[in-house]
């Protein structure tokens, strides 16, 4: 398979899961669409920022962390130093969109965030997405690896809608925490499609990733749909995984 081809099915597989990305902005949409108390957004905010923060024995803070110090003593001699360059920027970027939403969270509380009060917001879908993600990996290695970073923030769509928002303090601080994750996460989505095209060679393999991609995302809307309070219903769910929904022009840029 040439490089052509391999651009031709990267692109294809990003119009598919465009469909999810937009259903996720559908729910955040929903939500954000009427006004809502502070209190209203303190579970969708905890809830994201658990996701961020991960604070469990195999969360992905403490996984980078662990990560870097045990490539530390390999350093310049088997690990390069873009790549140890690359872990620790990730792991920035993954804690510090934990504090823009923990610092929302305080001001809407007054206190102070603790880890153990995050712990009671991993929620149901959330783990069920997690366990989605660990068998793709089991039972495909690296395809499965690059397909899960491939949905990765699904389309960054949750953070472009509370981008939109703003008009009164609450709004504008969320908005702000938003714009600040946006653009980390769609390049995450894009070193995930760059992992497809180094190990998705055979038209096999890109079939299978469309089947993953397909379970991850239709979990990260039910995902999605929960941390937001179930502003959808199913049956709009069922739809959105059969392409019924507007793809915004946004994803075109997606495309290489």
Not at 127 to 156: I, M, W, Y
């Amino acid at each position: 398979m040439n490089e052509q081809e391999i651009r031709e099915r990267r692109n294809a597989l990003t119009r598919y899961a465009s469909r999810f990305w937009a259903g996720e902005a559908e729910i955040a949409r929903t939500f954000f669409s009427q006004t809502r108390a502070p209190e209203e957004h303190l579970r969708w905010l905890r809830v994201q920022a658990y996701k961020e923060l991960q604070p469990r024995d195999d969360g992905i803070i403490i996984r980078n962390i662990e990560q870097i110090a045990r490539n530390y003593p390999s350093l310049e001699k088997g690990v390069s130093r873009a790549d140890f360059l690359a872990n620790i920027q990730f792991l920035e970027e993954e804690f510090r969109h934990y504090v823009v939403f923990a610092d929302v969270i305080d001001s809407i509380t007054g206190g102070r965030l603790t880890t153990e009060e995050l712990a009671g917001y991993d929620i149901p879908e959330e783990r069920e997405l997690r366990a989605v993600r660990k068998r793709c990996f089991d039972e495909q290695g690296e395809l499965g690896r690059f397909a899960s970073s491939f949905c990765e923030g699904g389309g960054a769509s949750i953070f472009y809608e509370g981008m939109q928002i703003g008009g009164d303090p609450l709004s504008d601080r969320i908005a702000a925490a938003c714009a600040n994750v946006y653009g980390d996460e769609v390049e995450h989505a894009a070193h995930g499609a760059d992992g497809l095209n180094a190990v998705a060679r055979t038209d096999e393999d890109w079939a299978l990733a469309k089947e993953m991609v397909a379970a991850i995302s239709a979990q990260r809307l039910r995902m999605r749909n929960e941390e937001f309070g179930f502003p959808l219903a199913d049956e709009r769910l069922a739809e959105i995984a059969e392409g019924e929904i507007e793809l915004p022009e946004r994803f075109e840029a997606m495309l290489v």
